[in-house]
T-cell receptor, first 113, second 113 residues
């Protein structure tokens, strides 16, 4: 089944404790992206990657890191999480960039206390 | 200038009604306008998309109307059903930069039986 898989689904952590949210797609997509969803703000893009070893900032990259060492994986790293990073995070992929249909994972709900 | 403004924030209609969700943008470089549908606990999924060379696109009961001069586009749901109850997001992406996809704030639709 074609899908984008995020792990974990739920995560509660404390301020400053490094964490990684994994994202993997099995559709051989070139493009991958991370979004955070907050009430009243919609989905805001954190980082995106057009291809392996190519990453770029979205609209809200502060406090996040990403890497794209393999085509299928695009982990999101929070080196020192803060409470304002409490949010619902989505990974997405598409065949060729943001102008083609995005396939989203089911989300990771992160709480930073 | 990168914003996409979506309204209303929430909408309640009776079964069979025609909910309309509106989006407005400023950036004239946007040339791809998708709509995504999100059910609780799931990631968004592409519903329908339009490019500015057409003024209307229909897929089943869903229609996008596009007004290039007003820089506005809207989603109409004909003969709405309780199963259409979801959150809807409009989005926009520029030609030339196919990495950034800007989402609206989202509209929560409830269709009452």
């Amino acid at each position: 089944e074609a899908q984008v898989t995020q792990n974990p689904r739920y995560l509660i952590t404390v301020t400053g404790k490094k964490l990684t949210v994994t994202c993997s797609q099995n559709m051989n997509h070139e493009y991958m992206s991370w979004y955070r969803q907050d009430p009243g703000l919609g989905l805001r893009q954190i980082y995106y990657s057009m291809n392996v070893e190519v990453t770029d900032k979205g609209d809200v990259p502060e406090g996040y890191k990403v890497s794209r060492k393999e085509k299928r994986n695009f982990p999101l790293i929070l080196e020192s999480p803060s409470p304002n990073q409490t949010s619902l995070y989505f990974c997405a992929s598409s065949l060729m960039g943001s102008n083609s249909p995005l396939h989203f994972g089911n989300g990771t709900r992160l709480t930073v206390t | 200038q990168q914003q996409v403004k979506q309204s209303p924030q929430s909408l309640i209609v009776q079964k069979g009604g025609i909910p309309i969700i509106n989006c407005a943008y400023e950036n004239t470089a946007f040339d791809y306008f998708p709509w995504y549908q999100q059910f609780p606990g799931k990631g968004p999924a592409l519903l329908i998309a339009i490019r500015p060379d057409v003024s209307e696109k229909k897929e089943g009961r869903f229609t996008i109307s596009f007004n290039k001069s007003a820089k506005q586009f809207s989603l109409h749901i004909m003969d709405s059903q309780p199963g259409d109850s979801a959150t809807y997001f409009c989005a926009a992406s520029s030609r030339g930069n196919t990495g950034k996809l800007i989402f609206g704030q989202g509209t929560t639709l409830q269709v009452k039986p």
